[in-house]
């Protein structure tokens, strides 16, 4: 099954900065537009940004100018820099890519806690 693997999650305190990774097979990288979404316990899963696979890029408001998405295409790898973390930022994060055919692939999830 095609599957994405996050990493980078940890524990931060506030002011602190996180990136995460995301890899999987190239097949699910190229020609498609990638992100992360996070879900903070009790709370629906939320968009966090996305990257198209021309390396546009979009953000929540929550998070502009203080995250920023990039994709490596050669290393199958999208990456999120997260500066500035707040304890709201506190969540797992998924990242995801939108297949072409319409189907979107998640990776498992990574935690991002930051404490106050």
């Known amino acids: 099954q095609v599957q994405l693997v996050e990493s980078g999650g940890g524990l931060v305190q506030a002011g602190g900065s996180l990136r995460l990774s995301c890899t999987g097979p190239g097949s699910i990288f190229n020609r498609n537009a990638m992100g992360w979404y996070r879900q903070a316990p009790g709370q629906q899963r939320e968009w966090v940004a996305g990257?198209?696979?021309?390396?546009?890029?979009n953000y929540a408001d929550p998070v502009k100018g203080r995250f920023t998405i990039s994709r490596d295409n050669a290393k199958n790898t999208v990456y999120l820099q997260m500066n500035s973390l707040k304890p709201e930022d506190t969540a797992v994060y998924y990242c995801y890519s939108r297949m072409a055919s319409g189907m979107t692939v998640w990776g498992q999830g990574t935690q991002v806690t930051v404490s106050s």
């Open positions: 990257i198209s696979s021309g390396s546009s890029t």
